[in-house]
């Protein structure tokens, strides 16, 4: 079956031809590496191209969020290492425990039906959880992460203001070997709304100053959780 005839040796590309092809791919590769791949991967951009074409600032935002992803990772690991460390060991004893019998409390008196009734003055108050309040100040460039001690299922409110400025956020949690991320937002100035953790563990939020200038993020929180403790 006639497909194409073979081209003559006279047809073929010279050795010259080949090398000025090469150099030539070679530097558009080049060009496309300086002024396109770097500004918008790695924010590096020394032709100035990559600021007028908007990549630079692309390459801003995925090294920022590299850089906080990095450092939250390492923030979660020294928590879980922390929290994984094993109790102290308990000594037995070999005495034999003593129990002593508490006095029983005299059986209530019924009260006539015209009486006003005081079991419920009398009764535990219901459980409401707990209510934080802290400030951090960050410097530019620096990082800090709050987390509430909670069960699977537990419900805290919140609310944090950066106070007139802006930062980048990651909502997260993690514990039994598990790592879970709500929500992450770069350059905001506040936030607000109910953290309902996903499994055992610590959950809360990471905070990081990417302005020039000290910005102090104030965190309020109130729900059913253990603790509320600085990682960061």
């Keep these: ?27 558009a590769a ?13 924010a590096i951009d020394p032709t100035r191209i990559g600021r007028v074409l908007g990549l630079t600032e692309m390459g801003e935002i995925k090294t920022q969020l590299a850089a906080e ?16 460390q094993p109790p102290a060991p308990v000594v037995a004893s070999n005495a034999t425990p003593t129990v002593s019998q508490a006095p029983q409390p005299p059986a209530p008196v019924a009260q006539a039906s015209g009486a006003p009734s005081n079991t419920q003055a009398s009764a535990a108050p219901a459980q409401t959880g707990r209510s934080d309040e802290i400030s951090i100040t960050l410097k530019p460039g620096q990082g800090a992460e ?18 007139g400025a802006v930062v980048n956020y990651d909502t ?4 039994g070997g598990r ?26 939020w990471f905070w990081r100053n990417r302005t020039e200038s000290d910005v102090t993020v104030t965190l309020r929180t109130n729900g059913d959780y253990a603790e509320l403790k600085r990682v960061v």
Excluded: C
């Design 1 to 27: 079956m006639y497909n194409t005839d073979l081209p003559r040796r006279a047809e073929l590309p010279t050795s010259e031809q080949l090398k000025r092809s090469t150099i030539i791919a070679a530097i």
């Design 30 to 42: 080049l060009v496309i590496l300086v002024t396109v791949v770097l500004p918008s991967e790695y």
């Design 69 to 84: 992803s990095a450092a939250d990772a390492a923030a979660d690991t020294a928590a879980r290492e922390v929290t994984q």
């Design 146 to 163: 709050i987390k509430l001690v909670m069960a699977a299922g537990a419900k805290a409110n919140f609310s944090w203001t950066a106070n």
């Design 172 to 175: 997260h949690g993690d514990g």
């Design 179 to 204: 790592s879970i991320s709500y929500e992450k937002g770069r350059g905001v100035a506040k936030d607000e709304g109910v953290l309902d953790a996903a499994f055992d563990g610590n959950h809360g």
